[in-house]
């Protein structure tokens, strides 16, 4: 039996990581979540250029449609690579079939003149047609006059803001920073130690497998009032998977609960992007209910209809070659990896 629903949202993603699998080890073991960053995503992020980010985007969108997302809201780095990257990121996308809300996060790491490329790179893709917010990398990496220039610029354009917040100890100081600059449309990643009595506006993005993976602790979303959509930081795009997992420490931290909640932050990810809910995906498995998908894995997509065309048919995908796509990004992985 099958069953078909909307497409899956993912709510946060960094596509640029899909070269990242089999990377050389860091210079040295990282031992908190400040010298993963350090040692892991700031080298390999300044190792970037367009080519390698073509085809990341082209593999982390495959591998969401073989998931059944049908949209990805990516945050993106790149401080070699900025002009052009996100117009690289949409069209990688769009020739996959998925759809993309993207943003390119500032950070003054590099310097005020890299925060003003990035802001400069935000601006240009959306006011030329592309869909997207403005992204900040996080507080504790930005001044905050560049805090202040990314908020009002959003606000010029008309849209959202997509930040981490709180993802680690270190960016504790985020809420007083972020106060009177967040709105309703902006989107905050991670939260994990955001208190839960607060003041920032926006959609809370929690990433279940990701804080588990970097050990910065369970973010606990369902204390928050503010609505919860569920992402996978970079760690593919496997939202049914995403779904469980939430659920599961959930669970772990509250057995009185059920699923509801966990798939509740999942269907958030419509309100976030409306035009996945008009996408259609038939499933392996019917019913697609959170006390089946809970525990049923291995639940996969068998068609997908993104914009009325038929983009995954009896599970491949139609517009391109997923082993060209595969063997490209191997190319590209390993250029990423001599260089680091």
């Not at 506006?201 to 919860?228: C, D, K, M, Q």
Request: with cysteine; charged share 20%; aromatic share 6%.
């Amino acid at each position: 039996m099958t069953a078909v629903t909307p497409g899956l949202v993912c709510a946060h993603h960094h596509l640029y990581s899909a070269l990242a699998r089999g990377m050389p080890a860091p210079p040295r073991v990282p031992t908190d979540f400040a010298s993963i960053l350090e040692l892991v995503w700031w080298r390999l992020d300044t190792a970037l250029d367009l080519e390698m980010i073509r085809w990341s985007a082209m593999l982390g969108a495959l591998e969401a449609l073989e998931s059944g997302t049908t949209a990805i809201v990516d945050h993106h780095e790149s401080p070699n690579a900025i002009e052009g990257s996100l117009d690289v990121i949409a069209e990688a996308c769009a020739e996959v079939g998925v759809r993309s809300l993207l943003a390119y996060g500032i950070t003054d790491r590099h310097g005020p003149d890299g925060a003003r490329r990035g802001l400069a790179e935000n601006e240009r893709f959306i006011r030329s047609g592309g869909r997207g917010l403005v992204g900040i990398h996080a507080a504790f990496t930005c001044s905050d006059a560049s805090l202040a220039d990314a908020a009002g610029l959003a606000r010029d354009l008309g849209v959202g803001v997509h930040v981490h917040v709180c993802e680690g100890p270190g960016d504790g100081d985020a809420p007083r920073r972020l106060a009177g600059l967040t709105r309703d449309d902006w989107l905050l990643a991670h939260c994990v130690h955001l208190p839960t009595d607060h003041d920032l506006r926006g959609t809370i993005l929690h990433n279940p497998a990701s804080n588990l993976n970097n050990a910065v602790g369970y973010a606990e979303p369902a204390r928050f009032r503010n609505p919860v959509a569920l992402g996978t930081d970079g760690i593919g795009a496997d939202m049914l998977g995403a779904f469980r997992l939430a659920y599961y420490l959930q669970r772990s931290s509250d057995v009185t609960c059920g699923p509801d909640p966990a798939w509740r932050w999942l269907t958030t990810g419509w309100d976030l992007v409306p035009e996945a809910r008009t996408d259609e995906v038939t499933w392996s498995y019917d019913p697609m209910d959170p006390w089946h998908v809970a525990f049923t894995p291995a639940i996969r997509p068998l068609r997908v209809v993104v914009d009325g065309a038929v983009v995954l048919a009896d599970g491949r995908p139609t517009r391109v070659d997923p082993d060209e796509i595969r063997a490209k990004a191997r190319e590209q992985a390993a250029r990423l990896h001599a260089r680091l």
